[in-house]
């Protein structure tokens, strides 16, 4: 005799859970550029930066020659001060996960933390560039200003200019993120940022035999010419060496210590 066994009249049947969809990486530069503003420290730095453009535009207009008051004259200088903030934007934007104890939130929603990583990096880029643009409208107010109070205020500017002005400022904060990213601790990247290049190229200065290899690995030299609207190929042949050793290698070594490291 067979016997079957009817279904409880309560039973309940399975849940089929719908499969959570994982951020886009827009969607995470979108955060990430928010926690540059979020926090005290990056929301200062970047208003810093601006004030650091106006302030150079303005002694300008009070202080150089009438005819030195053009928009070149304007854009320039006020790059090499951005290009110096830039990187502790970049190291702060990294090692905020582990300096304000928030990696175990930001890897446990997001797993993969080289999306993470790539998120961070595109969104201190896209502050480079707006830094860039920043010092663009400041140049031209300043060169508007200039024509109307008697200086030159020409508007000569080569394209490719704003071009290298663009590789300068991106390079210089992805080196500051880079030593963030190999460091994981904001004092020591800052300190260490600042430090190493600095004593590089004292050295490569003091130190005869360091000279020539000083012209390939010092930033502070392979840099130089992109404040120009010409460059020659030895020089970006130049650029690259120095952006390998300061910029690739601590970037990879940084990734995989950061992929490797165990969240507490």
Do not use: C
Not at 17 to 41: F, G, I, N, Q, Y
Not at 102 to 120: E, F, H
Not at 129 to 146: E, F, Q, R, Y
Not at 174 to 198: E, K
């Amino acid at each position: 005799m067979t016997t079957t066994t009817a279904p409880a009249a309560n039973a309940v049947a399975p849940r089929h859970h719908t499969p959570v969809r994982r951020p886009s990486l827009l969607r995470l530069t979108t955060v990430e550029l928010r926690k540059l503003v979020d926090t005290r420290a990056g929301r200062w730095l970047l208003v810093t930066i601006g004030l650091v453009v106006v302030a150079i535009v303005t002694l300008l207009l009070i202080y150089a020659e009438d005819d030195e008051q053009t928009f070149v004259t304007f854009f320039v200088p006020s790059l090499l001060p951005v290009s110096l903030l830039l990187p502790v934007l970049g190291i702060l934007s990294i090692t905020s996960e582990w300096s304000q104890r928030t990696a175990l939130t930001t890897y446990a929603l997001v797993p993969r933390r080289q999306r993470v990583v790539a998120a961070k990096l595109v969104a201190v880029v896209l502050a480079a560039l707006a830094s860039l643009l920043i010092s663009l409208a400041v140049a031209a107010v300043g060169t508007l200003v200039a024509s109307a109070t008697g200086g030159a205020g020409t508007w000569d500017a080569d394209g490719s200019l704003i071009l290298h002005a663009g590789i300068v400022q991106a390079a210089s904060v992805l080196m500051g993120a880079a030593f963030g990213l190999l460091l994981l601790n904001p004092p020591l990247a800052i300190v260490g940022y600042l430090l190493l290049p600095t004593i590089w190229t004292v050295l490569g200065e003091v130190v005869r035999p360091l000279n020539r290899p000083a012209d390939w690995l010092d930033t502070s030299r392979t840099m130089e010419p992109l404040f120009t609207s010409h460059v020659t190929g030895g020089q970006w042949a130049r650029l690259a060496v120095s952006l390998l050793a300061w910029l690739v290698l601590p970037l990879a070594v940084g990734l995989i210590r950061t992929l490797r490291r165990e969240v507490s």
